[in-house]
């Protein structure tokens, strides 16, 4: 396989791991999904250094044991580092190539799709990033608007009907 073809399927599993990991801290996902994702960022790793020698000097692998906020965190990091070279199946999406503009004669839209995919390989991190802020936060401001004494909630020792 060509070596930017490789590097940018590899930086694709490093994000959709860093965001399941993400996605299972927050909804409280068993220890068998931390250890899979420590897996799947030890392999992506070990294949990188084979293909770019210099990132055994930067990156060391992660215990099995690790936290899914520990494997997003080293996911994240390792894509990071490849981010000018393979940008992850952006450009193009999966390959299709934006030419011309869309148009939908029945509402009268019309999309430069050139424009819209130089704003989409420019914004796609920062809506990435805005979305996982959202989704750690959530929690947290659940509680802060939660009535505290709200005769509808059994609270944590009744169960619920």
């Not at 930017?4 to 965001?19: D, M, P, Y």
């Not at 939908?104 to 050139?114: A, L, M, N, Q, T």
């Not at 704003?119 to 991190?125: E, G, I, L, Q, R």
């Not at 809506?127 to 936060?137: A, L, P, S, V």
Request: overall charge negative.
């Amino acid at each position: 396989m060509e070596r930017e073809k490789e590097l940018s399927k590899l930086v694709n599993v490093l994000r959709r791991t860093a965001r399941m990991a993400m996605h299972g801290e927050w909804t409280g996902s068993s220890e068998d999904a931390a250890a899979f994702c420590a897996d799947k960022y030890n392999r992506v790793l070990t294949r990188l250094k084979e293909l770019e020698p210099a990132v055994a000097s930067i990156f060391e692998p992660i215990k099995p044991d690790s936290s899914l906020t520990v494997v997003a965190m080293a996911c994240r990091q390792l894509a990071a580092y490849f981010d000018d070279e393979a940008p992850g199946g952006r450009e193009g999406w999966g390959g299709r190539d934006w030419k011309g503009v869309w148009a939908d004669p029945r509402s009268g839209v019309w999309v430069d799709k050139k424009a819209f995919k130089e704003f989409w390989a420019k914004s796609a991190k920062d809506i990435e990033d805005f979305g996982e802020f959202i989704r750690e936060r959530i929690e947290e401001w659940v509680h802060q608007h939660k009535p505290k004494d709200d005769p509808k909630d059994p609270g944590p020792t009744e169960k619920k009907a």
